[in-house]
């Protein structure tokens, strides 16, 4: 059984394989419309249950379009209107799902809702966000990375802000693609021990730098992510705002990164909080191919845990 639960979970050559697959499908696909079918198939016949317990446009919206591309079909269906840990057991569910469709994707709070799933599904399960990582998201920027500047590996990225689910798998894909990571941050948003340990296991070169400007100096890459998280209560907002004030990615940040630096955010943004207009709509940024390269990664996701 071949989930896709994290990337820290998943062997390092395979993930490998997934973005080159991944860069070659959307190549392959040049710029015919978006509805219309690839070349290859490799989804006929099979049934792909989207389950959101959280609000998505991009996770939901990609998925979607990348099983129908492969031939597949999909139904989308919500946490609230499912017996989903309420009226049964995440296991039963599991069991249950696994008689109609071929592959599960879920996007869910704790992150040991996903683990019942997998552990009880006789599909794949993918993991499209929990309240602790984001795999689906940081397949798709190093793919966007790579498009632009070539291999990451040996590159330095500059996580700027909260230490997040999204920062956790930045963190996990420089253990397993090679890059160096910095998180600048306050201390209360540290990202968790065990995500820079893994890394620095892989041989990462992982720091953490509170000064933002000394942070960024040399970086190939920045990325931030919102102040306020999905699963953080908004009675929090205020205080977060003004521990992160500090760590906003605006053109005089991106200005001690490296000429030629990438900007990144997963999206949704709540433009010049986390970042600027400026910077986010300026020439570093790469922010709606990273949200594109969601579709092309997922895509190479679903093929590798189906072995299509
Ligand atoms: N980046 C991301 O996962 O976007 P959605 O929450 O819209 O799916």
Not at 100 to 115: G, K, N, P, Q, S
């Amino acid at each position: 059984m071949k989930h896709f639960l994290d990337l820290h979970k998943t062997d390092a050559a395979d993930l490998r394989h997934m973005i080159d697959k991944a860069r070659a499908m959307k190549t392959a696909r040049h710029d015919r419309p978006k509805g219309s079918p690839d070349d290859d198939q490799p989804l006929a016949g099979r049934m792909v249950a989207l389950i959101f317990e959280k609000p998505s446009t991009r996770t939901r919206v990609s998925f979607d379009v990348g099983v129908r591309q492969m031939g597949g079909q999909t139904m989308v269906l919500s946490g609230k209107e499912m017996q989903l840990g309420h009226g049964e057991t995440i296991a039963d569910t599991a069991r249950v799902l696994s008689r109609y469709v071929d592959l599960i994707m879920i996007r869910t709070f704790e992150e040991a809702t996903l683990l019942e799933m997998a552990e009880h599904a006789t599909v794949p399960v993918i993991n499209g966000l929990t309240n602790r990582t984001h795999p689906c998201q940081i397949m798709a920027d190093v793919m966007t990375y790579e498009e632009h500047r070539g291999s990451i590996a040996g590159r330095k990225v500059v996580w700027a802000g909260d230490g997040n689910n999204v920062c956790a798998s930045f963190i996990h894909a420089a253990g397993q693609f090679g890059f160096d990571l910095t998180f600048t941050g306050p201390e209360t948003l540290d990202p968790e021990q065990k995500f820079i340990d893994f890394a620095r296991a892989r041989g990462s070169d992982i720091k953490i730098e509170r000064d933002p400007s000394r942070a960024v100096v040399g970086a190939d890459l920045v990325v931030t992510d919102t102040w306020v998280s999905m699963h953080d209560p908004e009675s929090a907002k205020e205080r977060r705002h003004n521990q992160l004030r500090g760590y906003q990615v605006n053109e005089a940040l991106m200005a001690h990164a490296k000429p030629d630096a990438l900007f990144m955010h997963c999206l949704p943004a709540h433009r010049n909080d986390e970042a600027t207009s400026a910077v986010m709509d300026g020439p570093h940024s790469v922010i709606f191919d990273e949200a594109e390269n969601r579709l092309h990664a997922q895509k190479a996701i679903l093929r590798w845990c189906l072995g299509v």
